[in-house]
């Protein structure tokens, strides 16, 4: 009677313990927005990093369509800093994202992206640092991090979460990223790199990193007056006023008050510039339209109708918080209640200090050991143009194995690349913004698949 008693109780304790974890992660069949059951593998949960496991890190884990066993496991960071990893699943190269329609009030719906890099690379999309998406702190400090912060608990992410998914520890692994990720991904790659030669448990298959329009160096934003010029933003005799009068240095703190002439010139750019969508520069500058892109109770609602030439992608993007509020929407995530008040996509809360200026000597250490790195730049963004990346990788005065040649989708070119020594490929996308993958997806996923399969662009 004694043992029988003792083995119920056991099962209670045993289905308890197991509804409590499943309250807080595990496998998303159904999420609202999405009709039926979703044709991905997608789990949720939270690892704990920092002493006393007190910041709860979250993550969107999407398989491989292919082949999740052997297929890349990809540590993805969404910039920001502080901006959810939900932009780079629903915006960028996850396997779902909005139906492009304007909102009229429901719960805005999904549709299928044919070209998610889900369909051969395992990702991890993470919400980091804390503060950033549905990553809280238990208690102490608010939501204080910084670059170094960042990218050690990222690496104690990984660590941890391998323990957990010990089938993917042998899967050849990346990290990888956009714009402010520039600072974090190559911090967190030497991190690993540097947990596999001290001898670290798990030994993890660090194989290299990708990034997208990164930030890297302290220059990147003199660049944008070239850019400028280049793409017939402003003209060039303004341009060449600009470069005598400022001597190439337009970055305000470092213009002197007397310097008149160059305060002039940058006057007149900045006229030239004003409303300019400088993460695409084709796109329309929703900020200057009189569609109404802000909170959900401020919106205005629409009739249910495809969306007409001029629309924003922002306007879309902005569902993002209407829907990740939605309570039925973090049940199915698994949100732990009372974890994280209003969602937002970029945390505004967020008490993150920039401590990195200078990315390079992380991009040569790295190269110097061997890893892989792809560095893509879409040819329209004007917040990171390409002309700077090609600066710092010129910098780094790696010799040229494969020079500059155009790369082609469906016989048409799709951009340029040129590949260094050290493994690292160099590609722009042409017609690409800030984020590529978001304006250009088919050439962006063929970039992609190209390069993870060891293949030339
Ligand atoms: C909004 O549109 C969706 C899909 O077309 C429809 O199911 C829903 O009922 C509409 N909601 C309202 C409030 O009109
Ligand atoms: C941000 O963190 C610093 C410590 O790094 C602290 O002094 C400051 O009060 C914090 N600010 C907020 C708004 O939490
Ligand atoms: C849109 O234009 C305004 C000026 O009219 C500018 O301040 C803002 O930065 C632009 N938005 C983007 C995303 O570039
Ligand atoms: C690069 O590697 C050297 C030697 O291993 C090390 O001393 C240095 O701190 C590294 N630099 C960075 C930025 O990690
Ligand atoms: C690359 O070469 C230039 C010119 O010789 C030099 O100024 C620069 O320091 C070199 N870069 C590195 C990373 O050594």
């Not at 911090?187 to 290299?208: C, D, F, H, R």
Request: glycine content about 8%; hydrophobic content about 35%; overall charge negative.
């Amino acid at each position: 009677m004694d043992r029988f008693l003792f083995f119920i109780i056991i099962i209670i304790v045993i289905s308890c313990f197991r509804a409590a974890i499943s309250t807080s992660t595990g496998t998303v069949q159904y999420l609202p927005g999405f009709q039926g059951s979703l044709p991905f593998h997608l789990e949720t949960g939270y690892v704990g990093v920092d002493e006393n496991e007190d910041i709860q890190l979250f993550y969107y884990f999407i398989q491989s369509d292919s082949n999740p066993k052997d297929d890349p496991l990809i540590l993805w960071i969404t910039g920001g800093p502080g901006c959810s990893s939900i932009s780079g699943l629903l915006y960028e190269i996850g396997p779902i994202k909005f139906e492009e329609v304007h909102y009229n009030g429901s719960l805005p719906s999904f549709i299928l992206r044919p070209s998610s890099w889900t369909k051969i690379a395992n990702i991890i999309f993470l919400d980091i640092p804390v503060g950033t998406g549905f990553s809280y702190r238990r208690s102490g400090q608010a939501s204080r991090s910084n670059d170094f912060l960042l990218a050690d608990q990222a690496y104690e992410f990984i660590k941890k979460w391998l323990r957990s998914y010990p089938e993917f520890i042998s899967n050849p692994f990346y990290v990888g990223g956009d714009s402010y990720s520039g600072k974090s991904v190559p911090v967190i790659t030497q991190l690993v790199s540097n947990g596999n030669e001290a001898g670290s448990e798990p030994y993890i298959n660090l194989k290299g990193y990708l990034l997208g329009n990164p930030r890297a160096f302290p220059d990147e934003d003199n660049f944008q007056i070239r850019f400028a010029n280049g793409m017939g933003l402003i003209s060039d005799e303004l341009y060449k006023s600009l470069l005598h009068s400022c001597h190439g240095e337009y970055r305000s703190e470092y213009i002197s008050s007397n310097n008149v002439a160059c305060l002039q010139n940058l006057e007149l750019y900045q006229q030239c510039i004003d409303g300019i969508e400088k993460p695409h520069i084709l796109e329309p500058n929703c900020s200057a339209m009189v569609l109404p892109i802000k909170l959900p109770s401020q919106m205005q609602f629409k009739e249910q109708q495809p969306l007409s030439s001029f629309y924003c992608h922002d306007e879309v993007n902005s569902l993002t918080s209407i829907w990740a509020n939605d309570a039925g929407v973090r049940e199915a995530l698994h949100i732990r209640e009372g974890s994280v008040g209003d969602w937002e996509r970029c945390g505004s809360n967020l008490n993150f200090t920039k401590i990195l200026e200078d990315i390079r000597p992380y991009h040569l250490n790295l190269s110097k050991k061997g890893y892989r790195s792809l560095i893509y730049s879409g040819d329209h963004d004007m917040v990171i143009p390409h002309q700077s990346t090609e600066a710092w990788i010129k910098y780094l005065n790696y010799s040229i194995t494969n020079q500059w040649r155009s790369w082609k989708y469906r016989g048409q070119i799709a951009g340029y690349t040129e590949s260094y020594s050290n493994m690292m490929t160099y590609a722009t996308v042409k017609g690409g913004g800030h984020t590529t993958p978001e304006s250009k997806p088919e050439e962006s996923y063929a970039m992609f698949e190209r390069w993870i399969s060891y293949q030339p662009l």
